[in-house]
């Protein structure tokens, strides 16, 4: 299982709620943290993208320049900016990130997010398109950007995007690993988890049980079969770790009873009309509760609440189950990211270990 973690670029921490957050969206902060990252085991961090004040994040710090300085202040970190297609020229982010790329020695990854909030787009006089057209403007600016990225004589002619013989230099790095910066996606929908298959390295989904990331981790890995190429998957995650259950779950009982009700109220009424724009309503947060949307990517619901033990038995079973990439957030940051280094890997990586070992005996031979 590899690890992410969502940064903290945006004012108001990763809930919305007023209990006690001993979390920064300054950079001295974030720089202190993605280095305490990368040492307790975090092989990538994404950055938040939010461009006008809304439910709870009065402060935004812009994605890609706050990646690259994160990028420069770690050595192995992979750092990934989000983006809206919509308000970036592909072309404009390719140059961008290549450059990024060489300046952290092939670390740098994008987030291409089709968007659900409206006014970041209107009020900036920019079109709102459509739910699915807005997916299929970020699956054309995906293929712009990979066209770019590995060709030295780019061609594109798609409805939203034209390249007439564009040739960049430098290219991004290429290693033995990636031939171009990593392309993750987020979504849920049927139009969203269909372009996951067909142009997305990951996919990232909002936070699920077991059951809901194993339906959308069969559906995506299926579309990427019909067109011969393979998507890793990311899943969203709150995580409370404490020496007992009894204290994660007060930390969580906390959180959502001094919900800011007026913010999750708000954010709550965006995102569902946002995913009921979509013709069969499978649109994110569609079916999210209240104490759900109190963490706004739906966090809670994967389960990362409890001892060491229990959220690593948890975190294993859903590498079992597919999932190759958890996508965290915590209260407190730099405390509880240093407490998952120190007492909820070292866990996980032996219950791995001995899934693993488990998985590769050999069937007894039964004598005639």
Same mark, same amino acid.
């Given at each position: 299982m590899k690890f992410a973690y969502w940064v903290p670029n945006v004012s108001g921490g990763l809930v919305v709620s007023k209990i006690e957050q001993r979390t920064d969206w300054g950079y001295d902060y974030n720089r202190r943290l993605a280095v305490l990252a990368e040492n307790n085991g975090f092989e990538y961090a994404l950055s938040q993208v939010r461009y006008i004040a809304s439910y709870g994040a009065a402060y935004q710090h812009e994605s890609t320049s706050f990646s !690259? +300085?994160? @990028? $420069? &202040? #770690?050595?192995?970190?992979?750092?990934?900016?989000?983006?809206?297609?919509?308000?970036?020229?592909?072309?404009? !982010? +390719?140059? @961008? $990130? &290549? #450059?990024?790329?060489?300046?952290?020695?092939?670390?740098?990854?994008?987030?291409?997010?089709?968007?659900?909030?409206?006014?970041?787009?209107?009020?900036?006089?920019?079109?709102?398109?459509?739910?699915?057209?807005?997916?299929?403007?970020?699956?054309?600016?995906?293929?712009?950007?990979?066209?770019?990225?590995?060709?030295?004589?780019?061609?594109?002619?798609?409805?939203?995007?034209?390249?007439?013989?564009?040739?960049?230099?430098?290219?991004?790095v290429v290693t033995e690993k990636r031939s171009h910066p990593e392309i993750f996606q987020g979504g849920n929908s049927t139009a969203a988890r269909a372009m996951a298959g067909r142009v997305s390295d990951w996919y990232f989904s909002n936070g699920k049980d077991f059951e809901g990331?194993?339906?959308?981790?069969?559906?995506?890995?299926?579309?990427?079969?019909?067109?011969?190429?393979?998507?890793?998957?990311?899943?969203?995650?709150?995580?409370?770790?404490?020496?007992?259950?009894?204290?994660?779950?007060?930390v969580l009982r906390e959180i959502v009873a001094k919900a800011d009700h007026e913010a999750v109220r708000g954010f709550g009424s965006a995102v569902q009309q946002a995913g009921q724009s979509t013709g069969n309503r499978t649109g994110m947060w569609q079916d999210s509760s209240f104490e759900d949307l109190v963490q706004y990517n739906d966090g809670f619901r994967t389960g990362l609440i409890g001892t060491p033990e229990q959220v690593a038995t948890r975190i294993v079973e859903y590498r079992r189950r597919g999932v190759d990439l958890l996508l965290l957030g915590f209260l407190h940051y730099l405390e509880e990211v240093e407490y998952f280094g120190r007492e909820v890997l070292p866990i996980v990586r032996e219950l791995e270990a001995r899934a693993d070992r488990s998985a590769g005996v050999p069937e007894p031979v039964l004598a005639n």
């Open positions: !690259l +300085a994160l @990028l $420069l &202040a #770690t050595q192995r970190l992979k750092v990934i900016a989000a983006v809206h297609p919509g308000l970036w020229q592909p072309g404009v !982010l +390719a140059k @961008l $990130l &290549a #450059t990024a790329d060489h300046l952290s020695g092939g670390r740098a990854a994008v987030n291409v997010v089709s968007g659900w909030f409206k006014d970041e787009f209107t009020k900036l006089g920019e079109p709102w398109l459509e739910h699915d057209e807005r997916y299929r403007r970020s699956e054309e600016f995906i293929r712009v950007l990979r066209e770019i990225w590995t060709s030295d004589h780019a061609e594109f002619r798609g409805d939203f995007y034209r390249l007439h013989d564009f040739d960049l230099k430098p290219k991004p990331a194993s339906e959308q981790l069969t559906e995506v890995n299926a579309n990427a079969r019909r067109h011969g190429r393979g998507v890793r998957f990311g899943l969203n995650g709150f995580l409370i770790a404490r020496d007992t259950e009894t204290e994660a779950r007060e």
